[in-house]
């Protein structure tokens, strides 16, 4: 079984369904109001666990009603919490989700997710020196996604680093992990000075552009590989992205190629996108290989 630590942000996702984006000053009347779990780290967690891996999440929710929710629903989906802190003086992470005109807009309030330090980590440092393979993304403090990758580099622990959203990302993480998954927007955020070609090139079987239901890019050191996406009728996209990290990541542990990976991970991601909720549509193992014939 593929062990995986994911250091990473845990929220309350408060999703608005409406026919429209209101702009600037504009009040539109919505239809329905959602809540449910999220945060990017949470949904890896989640998504790898339901692939059948065996999922370790170090974050950190505060001491209220919402954390609650997300231990619970941790718990329902078989990740381990032993090193899920819970902080005082301060709020449970939540992100506010417009989901309107076939997209999403979304406004994240980091709160708690502040809270994971290189302490957090630490405190982790036995299950992260252990797993196939570590994942983080940006919505917890840079210094400790930093700190993170020099701790997963100096003992060859395999980290995979979503960069989303975009932020400053340190170089230092940017050399230290094994994988990189940003869409095309955040690659030219993390690569300023190169095109998408020249990136890709540079960062063979390491960097892997997703580009949503046209499917994934990457670098075999010969020439840049399109993996294809799956096109179905999406009803959600969040938490897609989440999904695909999750899959390609249980995947690569599981020691399938990296192409087949991307498979894998393109077909996860196409299952999430046809329910509601980032971690509403996340597939069981079973539904992937079904679909995948
Ligand atoms: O990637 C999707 C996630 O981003 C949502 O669940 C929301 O919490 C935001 O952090």
Do not use: W
Not at 26 to 37: F, K, N, P, R
Not at 246 to 273: C, D, G, P, W, Y
């Amino acid at each position: 079984m593929a062990k995986i630590v994911v250091v990473g942000s845990a929220s309350i996702d408060l999703t608005v369904i409406a026919d429209k984006r209101p702009n600037a000053g504009e009040t539109v009347i919505g239809q329905q109001l959602m809540l449910s779990s999220g945060g990017k780290g949470a949904n890896q967690a989640v998504a790898a666990a339901r692939l059948g891996a065996d999922v370790t999440f170090v974050g950190c929710v505060a001491n209220d009603s919402y954390g609650n929710d997300i231990i619970e629903n941790f718990k329902q989906n078989n990740v381990n919490i032993e090193h899920l802190a819970k902080v005082e003086n301060t709020t449970t992470g939540t992100a506010h989700i417009i989901l309107a005109e076939g997209d999403n807009s979304i406004v994240v309030v980091p709160g708690a997710n502040l809270n994971v330090s290189c302490q957090i980590i630490d405190n982790a440092r036995d299950e992260i020196l252990n797993a196939d393979i570590v994942m983080v993304q940006q919505e917890i403090p840079l210094d400790s996604i930093a700190y993170l990758g020099e701790l997963c580099h100096s003992h060859q622990i395999q980290l995979l680093l979503n960069p989303a959203p975009i932020q400053a990302t340190p170089s230092s993480v940017i050399a230290n992990a094994a994988f990189i998954t940003p869409n095309e927007h955040e690659a030219s955020a993390i690569f300023p000075t190169m095109s998408l070609n020249q990136a890709l090139q540079n960062n063979p079987h390491k960097l892997i552009v997703t580009q949503g239901s046209a499917g994934a890019l990457y670098h075999d050191g010969q020439e840049v590989v399109t993996v294809d996406g799956f096109k179905v009728q999406a009803v959600d996209t969040t938490g897609a992205g989440d999904t695909f990290n999750a899959a390609f990541a249980v995947a690569i542990a599981e020691k399938k190629s990296f192409a087949e990976s991307i498979k894998f991970a393109n077909a996860a991601a196409a299952l999430s996108v046809q329910k509601l909720g980032a971690q509403g549509g996340m597939p069981s193992r079973t539904e992937v290989e079904e679909f995948l014939g």
